[in-house]
DNA sequence: CTTCTAACTAGTAATGATTACTATTTAAGT
DNA sequence: ACTTAAATAGTAATCATTACTAGTTAGAAG
């Protein structure tokens, strides 16, 4: 993976931001600093870094696919506006509320490789 | 919500199933017993039995949103064919991998309703 | 410092999943 | 049975994402 202007504004929006972007959005913050870049470009990158496990993805649950940094946290996901608020201080002792917001879920997923892909290399 | 012969064949088809079946998974089986159930039906009604909580939805990792039964248990993605593989026996003492699949990452994600939206009803 | 080339890019077209729309049908309460 | 809001089939529209192409560039090798 080569170093170009365009994946490191990339890789330095998500890496400084709060929100959790989806694909337009970081395309709207990159085209601050390079006014042409191309939309297909944003998408191609995303998707590298992501490969490069240099970024995570985040489902919001309304189908769209928003991006976050690497740094290991949780997150809480509104069932009705789909806001996504990070969780640095995860305690399954009383999970049925996380600050104010009620939890009826709990998702976990494991990332990985299978054990069919492993033999692939 | 009423309850209609497509919307009953719909949550059949995913209460019966082990694989994480598509939108389009779900088309394809559900006509096979309402020969013209239409594409937009299947959409629909994953939605409303999604926001009555009767299904769950999973993200495999590659732009697809899967369906699920209503099951406390937890996923293994693979990140490169996607594949979902159903976790019962969870143990995170030992979380580097799981049966043989390298795990490289571990989500959890907590569902519900934000502080907001309580307010709002 | 040049040369070389595979990787990358911008811009645009194509794809494909999902939603919207409309006329018609139906569940289920009165 | 009557009524009506909710649901449906079928189709058109939308919009996120990917594919394609000609031109550009990072960075390795001479």
Redesign the pocket.
């Known amino acids: ?7 490191n504004v990339i890789l330095d929006i998500i890496n400084n931001s709060y929100d959790h972007l ?3 959005g970081v395309y709207e913050e990159a085209r601050k600093q ?1 006014p ?6 944003v ?3 995303l ?2 870094l992501e490969n490069a496990h240099l970024i995570d993805i985040v489902y919001d649950g309304a ?3 928003r991006y976050d940094k690497k740094d290991f946290h949780q997150h809480f996901v509104c069932s009705k506006c789909h806001k996504i608020i990070d969780i640095y201080d995860l305690n399954f002792e009383n999970i049925n509320t996380y600050k104010n917001n009620i939890v009826m879920n709990c998702k976990i997923i494991l990332e990985g490789i299978c054990e069919e892909c492993q033999k692939e290399e």
Request: no cysteine; glycine share 4%.
């Open positions: 993976m080569r170093s170009t202007k365009q994946r989806d694909a337009y390079i042409n870049i191309s939309l297909g470009t998408y191609r990158n998707k590298s189908d769209k696919i």
